[in-house]
């Protein structure tokens, strides 16, 4: 297929990506419906917050309370459209939509040096259909940003040390940095990338970690104006407030430990009869408090914890996600049962075609993973690695030899060598 051919494909792919959001969002939600608090409190604080870095505020509550309760990135990509066209839930959601539909071609960016044209476009094609991100873009929620920066990352990750440029590595540092500023929990990748490198050869291990430090360093200085905003303004330079110690203690409580319906899970609306409920406080002492109840009830059931850990694994991996909406139930699982099988043969495929990628997207498997054994298991922190299974899936689908001209190492070798 000649260059032409294959990106006209792959921009009707991408448009019909949009369409299929688009399609779903009218007729489920509502292009300019007010937010549902029923799905949540995120999507009301990101658009909230968003609002009120548009007319100048800052990152405040509506009260003008300073706070730190989200991470603040997925507000900061629906304030330029505030600041620009006023408070409209309208152009919010088709940005929304618009940064999901291009993880199609960001899929297709990554694979084809590796897969070939075919693989390219049959991965953008199942993005493009995927329920779960296709799903995720109807709401004003991290989800759909960060699938496509953690994408961009791997890709801009790949390129740095096939071939080794300034600009390729504060694009990835950038990338890396962005999805951090959307969901931290990415961070977690850091230990699993660290334990990988333990495996690489002397000259590989040089390579990958004098561009990790590259990244790092790129990574530090995006990250760091929220750190210190937050140690000037909150007191402690911390990525987010409430949230994580809210959700440790709703993974760690009574209930999780001994009912069976809830172990694993989370419980958003947690009464915890061992322990004062509300929390009060300033954001940093309900979140210290909530840290504390949940290592309490931890202490209080050590010999639960085990079975605990399974459960979180079981919630992660299992099709049957509970939720009312029987729609979503069934899509979600209907699609991990498809691609719960062709996800093993399609990683074998990548891990001969391409190691080093193969490498990068186990170790954010990895993180994921860690994330639900620190806190629940969920469908939806699986869904955030949705575009790396339909990658695999794809390698699955079309057979291909091992691309032999350029392997990460040798070529970045070269380069670093002669430095």
């Known amino acids: 297929m000649s260059n032409r051919n294959y990106l006209l494909w792959l921009t009707l792919i991408t448009a019909a990506a949009w369409g299929i959001r688009l399609f779903l969002m009218g007729m489920f939600i509502g292009f300019n419906a007010p937010i549902a608090l ?12 968003a609002y009120q870095m548009s007319v100048g ?26 600041l ?41 094609a199942l993005c493009a259909f ?22 961009l990352a791997t890709g801009c990750l790949m390129r740095s040390v096939e071939k080794p440029s300034t600009w390729w590595s504060i694009a990835a540092g950038f990338s890396w940095g962005a999805a951090i500023l959307l969901r931290p929990q990415i961070l977690l990748i850091i230990p699993c990338a660290g334990i990988g490198l333990l495996w ?12 990790f430090v590259r990244e790092l360093l790129i990574i530090g200085a995006l ?13 402690a330079p911390t ?6 110690g809210h959700t440790f203690w709703g993974a760690h409580n009574e209930l999780t430990f001994h009912d069976a319906r809830y172990r694993g899970s989370w419980q958003p609306h947690l009464k915890d009869p061992t322990m004062t409920f509300p929390l009060f406080g300033s954001e940093l002492q309900q979140d210290r408090q909530a840290w504390g109840n949940g290592w ?6 050590w010999n639960q914890v085990p079975q605990l850990l399974v459960w979180k694994i079981y919630r992660l991996i299992t099709p049957f996600e509970p939720t009312a909406n029987r729609a979503v139930y069934w899509a979600f699982a209907v699609s991990w049962i498809v691609t719960a099988p062709l996800l093993f043969i399609g990683l074998q495929r990548l891990r001969s075609l391409a190691p080093a990628l193969f490498a990068v997207i186990l170790a954010q498997f990895a993180a994921v993973l860690i994330c639900s054994l620190i806190f629940y298991g969920a469908a939806r922190f699986r869904h955030s690695l949705e575009p790396f299974f339909m990658i695999a899936v794809a390698a699955a689908l079309v057979r291909r030899s091992p691309i032999n001209p350029i392997t990460p190492t040798v070529a970045g070798i070269n380069e670093f060598n002669n430095r």
């Not at 066209?85 to 590796?114: D, E, H, K, Q």
């Open 38 to 49: 029923e799905d949540g409190l995120d999507e009301r604080d990101y658009e909230q917050f």
């Open 57 to 82: 505020n800052g990152f405040v509550l509506p009260d003008g309370t300073p706070s730190a309760r989200r991470a603040p990135g997925t507000s900061l990509l629906i304030a330029p459209i505030y």
């Open 84 to 124: 620009f066209f006023g408070r409209t839930l309208l152009l919010a959601r088709l940005w929304m939509a618009a940064l999901s539909a291009l993880v199609c071609p960001a899929v297709a960016w990554v694979i084809r040096p590796y897969g070939g044209t075919r693989m390219a476009l049959i991965a953008a």
């Open 130 to 151: 995927n329920p779960g991100l296709s799903y995720y873009a109807l709401h004003l929620w991290s989800e759909a940003p960060y699938c496509l920066f953690i994408i």
């Open 200 to 211: 690489l050869s002397r000259k590989d291990r040089q390579l990958w970690l004098s561009e």
């Open 223 to 235: 990250v760091a104006p929220w750190l210190i905003r937050n140690q000037l303004v909150l007191g």
């Open 239 to 244: 990525m987010t407030t409430l949230v994580a």
């Open 296 to 301: 309490r009830c931890i202490r209080r059931n």
